[in-house]
Each structure stands twice: as structure tokens, then as C-alpha cells.
DNA sequence: TAAAAAATAGGTGTTTTCACCTATTTAAAT
DNA sequence: ATTTAAATAGGTGAAAACACCTATTTTTTA
């Protein structure tokens, strides 16, 4: 080696994209994948044995402890970290609160590997990497920033029981059926479908089923 | 090079898994990966110019041409060229569709390189891939052998106009809504949604947003 | 060309979903 | 300790979704 690399940490659970991502940024030059993980908990092992990477590439969904945990858990443990979130999907919500997570820079999976090695150079040099996708996302949001004050700087946003709820929102149960499963009562169930009708500005059970999926409580 | 490589192409809308499955493929020494392509569409262009390839990895769910059009053409086109299917979900309909289809293997994206190596090297030498997954799946089918012989066949097994529905049952809109938007009356669409129901085997709109996510007919 | 299949559209009634109320009990914040 | 907020649960009515019919027109297939 000539010259010190940029170390990069990789955290998806996809192996394949995990290991074609490291191939790609090696051959870069500048940056080398000194680990990779299949979630956060993983991921925090990970950084134990190999030590810590300047930069993580970070999957948004992922089971057991997911992106948005993780980089928060990065902030508060080792803020010089910087985090590049991954995603599959372009949804405002998961843009914002990836952000609010401690962030640097926002791309989806789709992206070109030319626009990936800008991406790790800005973070890299300046700290953060604000593609169009996001500046576009974070304008289009900037007319409701107290909601989104108030959506995102929660750890979780949602409930366990209500991520319970969105599971089950996304089979065929009806209501009554999705109350008797949570030993509730079916009043009950019209709360928690009202609270999350008003909080995600929805008004049908399809509008849940999206957001669920869009936001990896449940996986298809 | 010592001795002629065995030729592959990737199809798959994300570029960063693709130029990643490259890596991998290329890593793996005999085989070589001579062109990439975003859709069916463009996988028969590059066809022209690069040649045929002995193996194609084949995503399901991408724009404009998907998986399971694009593996038909190639039975139909180029019957010697072999196609390991590359999902992210493991539903049963996609699996079994996909070997209708002539698919010759099925894996998930979250495969380990190991299993993919043996997956191509178990195509390029007797022909097939048959994984636990898949067997399992197919095991689990085999009681309605009869409704898989009639949904398989068809080409599409949904037209243009089912499609269209189904994206707008993805949305917030009511039955009449979609009805307008498609210029039908809204009986034509209980019409659309009942043989949905009948084909798919389910019974509320919900099912129907599930099985259009599973199966790529919306991107979420 | 005749028969079969698919796309179109209508009628009617039940169940589910949704909107808009109130009220109690428990947990959190001040 | 007191106020606030959250989880719980109930009532009622309108709209939407669903089930089960029939019937016409167009397209496919035999």
C-alpha cells in the first residue's frame, strides 16, 4: 500500500449488493472496505474486531437493529463516523429522519457507481453529500418543518404496539380480527388507525399497507 | 487469458448491485461478465452488439421489460442460453412463474457469494439449479399442481389493463376513483377486482396491494 | 363461421372501513 | 401534586368494499 486508505465500513443485508459495493469502492483507489455487516448489532461487533472505518455505508431496512438506529447509535458512541445512508427508496419520511439519525448523505441503490465515488469524496472532504434528490426532498418538505421537528427527532416514532398493528394491517384480517389478535378492543384498533391516519397525513388502510412497506415495518 | 472464459450477462435495474455481482462473478475466476443491462429492453440491444452469453442472471421486478418477458423471449430466441432468476422476495407465484418461464435457477439477493458460485457452476454443467429454497417451494405447490399448470402458462398472466388496476389499488383512491381515472364504470372495476380475487386466491384490497408489491406490478 | 372466452356494465344487499363524537384509566411531565 | 398526554374503549352513521347475480359487446379460438 503507497498511501493510507479511507477506511469504509459496509452495514446492508443483502450479501450480494454488500459485496459488489465493496468490489466497487476498492476500485476506487482512495477508500478500501475494512468490514462488512448484516445489521447494526452486527455492524457494532464489527467495529470492536476491525476497528473504526472513517465512513459507513448504511442500509436503511435491515432486521434486528436497523439504519436509522444504527446511525443514531454512531452519534452518540463515535460521532466522528461519518454515515452514508443507502436506500431502495426515495420516501421524504425515511430522507428526513435519516438525516435527523446523524446522516451525511442520502443515495439509493440504483445510483451510479460515478455518482457513489462523489458521494464518499464530499463526505469524505466536506462532511456531508447533498445530491438533488435530497435538496429536491428536503425543499419539497420545508412549508411543514414542525412536523417534521416533531416526526423525526423521535427515536422511533412509532409505537411497538403500533408497529404491531402495521403488520397486521398489511394481511387480510379485518379490523375486528387484527383486535382480536391483540387482545384489544375493536374501539382500540379505530384509535390506533385513526392516531396513525392523522400522524402520517393518510386516510385509508392501503395508505398504511404503503407506509409500512415503505418504512420496512413489515417485508413483503 | 489461459483458456476461454465462461461468458455472463447481469440484467438488474440497480446499477450498484450489478457493478457489485460483477466483482463477485468476475472473482470467481472461470466466469467472465461481458455486458450489463438495466431491463429486457436493453438486454436484447446488448445481445446484438456484445453476443450471446452462456448465463444470464435475471432480476425480476425492472422497468419496462421484466424477468419473466425478458426469460420467454430468451426460450424463445436463444434456447441455449441459460438463466439463473435473481429475486429479492421469495414468493412462491415469482419462483414457480419464473421456471415456467424457463428460468433454470432461482436465487435471492441476499444469497451468499459462495451459493451463487455454486449456482453457476451447477447451471453450466448440468444445465440446473435447484436450491432448498426452491425445492421447498415447489413441494409446498404441489397439491395445486392443476391452478399453477393455467396461472404459469400464460405469458403474462395479467394484461395491461389488470396491471394499470392494480397500481391504482396501490393508492389512496376509492374503487369509483379508479373507475374515472381508467374510464370504465365502476362495475367493470368490481369486475376487475373480483377476478383478481378469484385468480390470486385472496379476498380483500389489501391482498391485492401486497401481491402487486411482491410481484413488482408497483415499485413502493 | 360458430362457439368460447374476455371485457364491459348493471342490480342488490351485507360487511367493513372510516369519521366524528365521548369517556375512563394509566403513564408522563411540570 | 397537579396537569397533560397516551392508551384504552364505546356509540352512531355514512361511505366504501365485497359477494353474488345477470347481460351485452367484442375478441379469440376451434
Avoid at 13 to 26: E, F, P
Wanted: proline share 3%; with cysteine; aromatic share 10%.
Amino acid at each position: 500500500m503507497l498511501k493510507d486508505k479511507i477506511k469504509v465500513a459496509l452495514v446492508d443485508d443483502h450479501v450480494l449488493l454488500r459485496r459488489g459495493l465493496a468490489g466497487v469502492i476498492d476500485s476506487f483507489g482512495q477508500y478500501e472496505v475494512i468490514f462488512e455487516a448484516n445489521n447494526g448489532n452486527h455492524f457494532i461487533e464489527q467495529v470492536d474486531k476491525f476497528g473504526e472505518p472513517a465512513l459507513v455505508l448504511m442500509d436503511i431496512n435491515m432486521p434486528e437493529m436497523d439504519g436509522f438506529a444504527t446511525t443514531q447509535w454512531l452519534k452518540e458512541h463515535f460521532p466522528l463516523i461519518n454515515v452514508l445512508a443507502l436506500s431502495m427508496y426515495d420516501n421524504e419520511a425515511s430522507i428526513i429522519k435519516m438525516f435527523k439519525c446523524g446522516a451525511k448523505g442520502y443515495i439509493l441503490k440504483d445510483t451510479d457507481p460515478l455518482e457513489l465515488k462523489s458521494a464518499l469524496d464530499s463526505i469524505y472532504s466536506k462532511g456531508f453529500y447533498y445530491s438533488e434528490l435530497v435538496t429536491g426532498r428536503l425543499i419539497h418538505s420545508i412549508n411543514r418543518m414542525d412536523e417534521i421537528e416533531n416526526q423525526g427527532s423521535k427515536k422511533s416514532f412509532l409505537s411497538d404496539r403500533e408497529s404491531e398493528f402495521l403488520r397486521l394491517v398489511c394481511t387480510e384480517l379485518t379490523y375486528k380480527e387484527i383486535a382480536e389478535k391483540m387482545c384489544l378492543s375493536p374501539r382500540t384498533i379505530d384509535g390506533y388507525r385513526d392516531t396513525l391516519f392523522e400522524k402520517l397525513q393518510i386516510k385509508t388502510r392501503v395508505g398504511l399497507v404503503m407506509f409500512a412497506i415503505k418504512n420496512g415495518i413489515v417485508n413483503p
